[in-house]
T-cell receptor
Framework: GENVEQHPSTLSVQEGDSAVIKCTYSDSASNYFPWYKQELGKRPQLIIDIRSNVGEKKDQRIAVTLNKTAKHFSLHITETQPEDSAVYFCAARPFGSTDKLIFGTGTRLQVFP | DAGVTQSPTHLIKTRGQQVTLRCSPKSGHDTVSWYQQALGQGPQFIFQYYEEEERQRGNFPDRFSGHQFPNYSSELNVNALLLGDSALYLC?????????????FGEGSWLTVV
């Protein structure tokens, strides 16, 4: 069945360091991979996404890479700041689906000043 | 530009009761999906509505049902509530036809079943 694995479950970094979160998906036909940031008690907010025809995408301090052969994708945050502290979820959209996303289990990122 | 709006924000129900949650999609969007997010977990897809019909369904029992209205707004109904239905219920919207299909989430409705 469709499954997304996410690692690590918790990640603590010093302010200014980089953070990397990795996800693996099972459905090779998945074609869209968004990343969401969720602060305590708030909605998941889209921070970056990548489509299956692209290998890498950057937006300021955030980047996502996709390896379709290995079926994994990663989130990279550089120059981390305390306000980056939140739970981050990766997701994969199965081929043929519009709104169905399969989410990972989340990574709690803590950035210490 | 209004984002995805949901109501109510919080509610408490008793086991066996029924609940209705409401969602208005982001302006210009025509597709609505519902997700259940239990504490400490990622959101789980419940179902998707487009053109007032259920188009896709996740692994949820028939106690979960929905509706989409001509103005694209949607309702999620849960019958015979169980303690395990306590969760954050998220509505998401997108534009089915067009580039991107970026999915936007509402703030959610926190349901507690006691």
């Amino acid at each position: 069945g469709e499954n997304v694995e996410q690692h690590p479950s918790t990640l603590s970094v010093q302010e200014g360091d980089s953070a990397v979160i990795k996800c693996t998906y099972s459905d090779s036909a998945s074609n869209y991979f968004p990343w969401y940031k969720q602060e305590l008690g708030k909605r998941p907010q889209l921070i970056i996404d990548i489509r299956s025809n692209v290998g890498e995408k950057k937006d300021q301090r955030i980047a996502v890479t996709l390896n379709k052969t290995a079926k994994h994708f990663s989130l990279h945050i550089t120059e981390t700041q305390p306000e980056d502290s939140a739970v981050y979820f990766c997701a994969a959209r199965p081929f043929g689906s519009t709104d169905k996303l399969i989410f990972g289990t989340g990574t709690r990122l803590q950035v210490f000043p | 530009d209004a984002g995805v709006t949901q109501s109510p924000t919080h509610l408490i129900k008793t086991r066996g009761q029924q609940v209705t949650l409401r969602c208005s999609p982001k302006s210009g969007h025509d597709t609505v999906s519902w997700y259940q997010q239990a504490l400490g977990q990622g959101p789980q897809f419940i179902f998707q509505y487009y053109e007032e019909e259920e188009r896709q369904r996740g692994n949820f029992p028939d106690r979960f049902s929905g509706h989409q209205f001509p103005n694209y707004s949607s309702e999620l109904n849960v019958n015979a509530l169980l303690l395990g239905d306590s969760a954050l219920y998220l509505c998401a919207s997108s534009l089915k036809v067009g580039p991107g299909n970026t999915i936007y989430f509402g703030e959610g409705s926190w349901l507690t079943v006691v």
